[in-house]
């Protein structure tokens, strides 16, 4: 499979397909201007992205699962067509099944029109046997992923059903940090959020001014379509975080408890991890006609 992927999509010195963790496939980029990153075609999950000059951008668990029917820990997750479980259906696997599908990979390019000769891939997904017993749309999912002096992700749903489809996503992004507890966010000033925490109320909660970490926090902000900034007062760097198609945002940490829960996730992982992530979720689930296109996408960068 590396070799014929190797054949169809390798660019000497920009693009090749490697066996990655696990033996499953990833495609290595590494553009002309010094940018890198790695897709896993399992869950088309981004794991490693660094700009030019920089360090690595996105968080991973070094206790993650590489396997067929596990979803990576870390990197980018793609949660769809649903977030979280779907009502009343604990039965059907938490934040979808792209994460775990196997994608296919489209095509390979270098966008002559970028300054610093950034490189795109595209991988698709569509239904079969599997999805349909899950979700009963038939469907064609396209996720380019550009990688240069930032990260960008785009993720192109298209109902080809008869039927409106209802569809919940998450571009679930871990985020490396130094230190939870030096990290502010800011860019969600003055917005509500439900609060995962707190199944006894239903009540939208209010965050005043920037958010800062001790403690688990697990929140979909609603309304919230701005840019979020990520500062680390530690390595002095912010990663600022815009997006498209979203009107919902999720913050999670996971801080301590949580953490040792996790199998696939250190005790002490949730000290250098952040989650932020580019939803359609709670009220912001969507609902795609037949034959509609609904785009989601996702923009990372580092300001030093
Ligand atoms: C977040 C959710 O987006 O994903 C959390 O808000 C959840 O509630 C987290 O714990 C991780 O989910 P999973 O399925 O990858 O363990």
Redo the contacts with the bound molecule.
Sequence with gaps: MIQSLNERFAMEGLANFEAGEGGLPKLCLSTLGGASAEIYLHGAHVTSFRPPQGTELLWMSRASDFAKDR?I?GGI?I?WPW??KPAERDDLP??GFARTSAWQVEAVSQNEGSAEAELSATLSLQHNEDSLSLWPHEFDLQYQVSVGNQLSVELRFTNNSDQPASVGT?I?TYFDVANIESVQVSGLDGRRYVD?LDASSSDLKLTEGEITFGEEV???YVDSEDEVTIRDAVLNKRILVSKSGSRST?V?N?WIA?SQR?AD?PDDGYQTML?V?T?NAADDVRRVMPGETHVLSQTCRVDL
């Design positions: 979803p820990r997750p949660c977030f979280g938490q934040h998450a679930h995962q697990d929140r979909i999720v999670w996971p949580k996790m996730f989650c992530e939803t």
